[in-house]
């Protein structure tokens, strides 16, 4: 699966290629993630407790410039999301969640110059699941446990494929991008357990482009 995962995202990636205009661009920043349950009665318990996750999002970015005004962009990324919740005074815990995602989206210049611009954008986005980790920090031992995620449990049944939409906004000097987004998932960890979350991320950080 994840081999057929990476070979779809190459087939996305390689007609991007064939224009003339590329900007090619290394991404980095924070993902601050608030996952939900999809079971609506676990999740009223949970929200009071609920707490942004922060998390790392980095990877690869190419833009391509349709005209003045509209482009295109496609993403390659390693993105961590998941659950947090503090439970006073009980135990802190951290649900982690770690993707390749792609997401794909179309740009509109609100301002644009010689040197900078003003775009915003909205598109969507698939994912796969990679591994992830459930730790637990005790508050009156101040023990802590963590458990890598087991795909192969028989007693949980995983969905590892994940997409969903985004929206955002990018504000560029030169060669420096500044953007902000909001994802939005789709898709639960599990189709059958009522444990089972869906991801509503908010992320921000810088694009640098290395290729114009």
């Known amino acids: 699966m994840t081999k057929l995962f990476f070979l779809i ?17 290394i991404k980095a ?35 391509q410039s349709v005209n003045k005004i509209l482009s295109v962009q496609a993403e390659f990324l390693y993105s961590q999301k998941g659950l947090k919740t503090e439970q006073i005074p009980f135990a802190i815990t951290t649900n982690t969640m770690n993707y390749i995602e792609i997401p794909i989206s179309g740009h509109y210049s609100l301002i644009k ?6 775009n915003i ?20 031992t101040g023990e802590i446990s963590s458990e890598k995620v087991d ?5 949980y049944t995983y969905s590892r494929i994940d997409a969903g ?9 030169n060669k420096i991008d500044f953007f902000l987004r909001y994802t939005h998932s789709m898709i639960g ?13 908010f992320s921000f950080g810088i694009n640098y482009i290395i290729l114009k």
């Open 9 to 25: 995202s190459l087939c996305l990636f390689l007609p991007f290629w064939s224009f003339s205009q590329n900007y090619l661009k």
């Open 29 to 63: 920043g924070m993902n601050l993630s608030k996952a939900v349950y999809l079971n609506s009665d676990k999740d009223a318990l949970i929200k009071p407790f609920r707490q942004l996750k922060p998390g790392i999002i980095a990877g690869i970015a190419l833009q």
């Open 113 to 118: 110059t010689r040197h900078s611009y003003f």
């Open 121 to 140: 954008y909205i598109g969507g986005f698939g994912a796969y699941w990679l591994n992830g980790k459930y730790k637990r920090e005790d508050y009156y």
């Open 151 to 155: 795909f192969h449990n028989p007693d």
């Open 165 to 173: 939409i985004l929206a955002g906004a990018i504000y560029n000097i």
């Open 189 to 201: 960890s599990s189709e059958l357990n009522a444990d089972a979350l869906r991801n509503n991320v």
